[in-house]
Every structure is written in structure tokens, then in C-alpha cells.
């Protein structure tokens, strides 16, 4: 069965600095990987995807992860945070045969100003 | 945009009580799913279904069951809630294709059981 792990639990960062928030995974051929945010109180939004092609992938609000295979990871990167974007982000994996996806635990970022 | 909604953000409930939790989806999407959100925990699966009057457990049906009679509107029911059901219940929906896609959820139900 597919894993998903994201290492951690909480990142502190400044505003204005970038940031990078880890992903991998555990699964035999190429999954479907995606990112989602929950701002406090709210659902999941999905940030991107990743099914196929280029592994640079851009997303919204400024967000970008890239796809290694090599490494089993798709890290989540943003080049400049701001306070909004203090919130729980999610990595998950889709794998071929399973309408569901599979999530890792989220790491909670805070933003100091 | 898809939109799913959830009947109530807050909600109280005594133990013994039965409670319906509400999702209903705009997007003719075939699949639902219910998860809980606990502190440490993520994620986990309650139910989920494929299709009208279809349903699958998911990591932690315990407890609950769910009702989809209708292609856009799938209940969570706790049965007789305890406490150790206090959480928070998110729904959400997705198109049916040979491997997950992107889910859209709801904004959540933040129950308690008293």
C-alpha cells in the first residue's frame, strides 16, 4: 500500500523568506500527487497537481512543487510568504486501481512577521 | 467552481443522540467521501461512495454509518454518538476515474459531544 510521509510537524518562517515543506512517498510506479491548505476553520483547497509531464508543476497563489522521482518526493516551495499563508498544508498520493487518495499527516506553518 | 456544502459549521450533540451530518455537492461529481480532522492525526477515512446507494468503509467506520440516496447529497450518521466522536467532519466530492483525483471539500462541521 501507498505512504505518504511529511516530515514536518511545524515550520516557523519570517515573512518575506521562502519556504520549502516536504513530501514523500512510497509507492512502485508514478502516483498522482497532490497539495491542499486548510486555512484555520476551513476545508481543504487544493493548491496543484501533478498527473504527468513537466515536474515543475505551478499551482496558486504563488505556490510551486517539483516532482523527483529519484527521490520519491514532491516538495512544496513558495519563493516569498506572506502572513496569509499561515495554514495546514497536505500532501497526497492517488494510486492506479483506488478512487482514494491517500494524505500524510500535514505540516502546520506559521509565519512570524 | 464546485461547491460542496456542509449543513453546519458548529454543532452539539449529547451522547446517546443519533446525529446527521449533511453534504451535498453542485458538480454531479460520482464520488463522496467523510473524513474526522484530529490534532496529530490528518486525515482519516470514514466512508466513502462511488455511486448512488453504494457505499465503502474507509479506515474508521466505527460507529457511523452513511446514507447517499441521492447522487448529490451524502449523510453521515452517528448512530449513538459518544464522546471520543467530538471532532471535525469534512466531506468531500471528486470526479470517478481510474485513480484519485482532486477532491473539493466542504468547509467542515465542528461537532461536539457532550
Known amino acids: 500500500a501507498q505512504s505518504v510521509t511529511q516530515p514536518d510537524i511545524h515550520i516557523t518562517v519570517s515573512e518575506g523568506a521562502s519556504l520549502e515543506l516536504r513530501c514523500n512517498y512510497s509507492y512502485g510506479a508514478t502516483p498522482y500527487l497532490f497539495w491542499y491548505v486548510q486555512s484555520p476553520g476551513q476545508g481543504l483547497q487544493l493548491l496543484l497537481k501533478y498527473f504527468s509531464g513537466d515536474t515543475l508543476v505551478q499551482g496558486i497563489k504563488g505556490f510551486e512543487a517539483e516532482f523527483k522521482r529519484s527521490q520519491s518526493s514532491f516538495n512544496l516551495r513558495k519563493p516569498s510568504v506572506h502572513w496569509s499563508d499561515a495554514a495546514e498544508y497536505f500532501c497526497a498520493v492517488g494510486v492506479g486501481g483506488s478512487y482514494i487518495p491517500t494524505f500524510g499527516r500535514g505540516t502546520s506553518l506559521i509565519v512570524h512577521p | 467552481d464546485v461547491k460542496v456544502t456542509q449543513s453546519s459549521r458548529y454543532l452539539v450533540k449529547r451522547t446517546g443522540e443519533k446525529v446527521f451530518l449533511e453534504c451535498v455537492q453542485d458538480m454531479d461529481h460520482e464520488n463522496m467521501f467523510w473524513y474526522r480532522q484530529d490534532p496529530g492525526l490528518g486525515l482519516r477515512l470514514i466512508y466513502f461512495s462511488y455511486d448512488v446507494k453504494m457505499k465503502e468503509k474507509g479506515d474508521i467506520p466505527e460507529g457511523y454509518s452513511v446514507s447517499r440516496e441521492k447522487k448529490e447529497r451524502f449523510s453521515l450518521i452517528l448512530e449513538s454518538a459518544s464522546t471520543n466522536q467530538t471532532s471535525m467532519y469534512l466531506c468531500?466530492?471528486?470526479?470517478?476515474?481510474?485513480?484519485?483525483?482532486?477532491?473539493?471539500f466542504g468547509d467542515g462541521t465542528r461537532l461536539s459531544i457532550l
Open positions: 468531500a466530492s471528486s470526479v470517478r476515474r481510474d485513480r484519485a483525483q482532486p477532491q473539493h
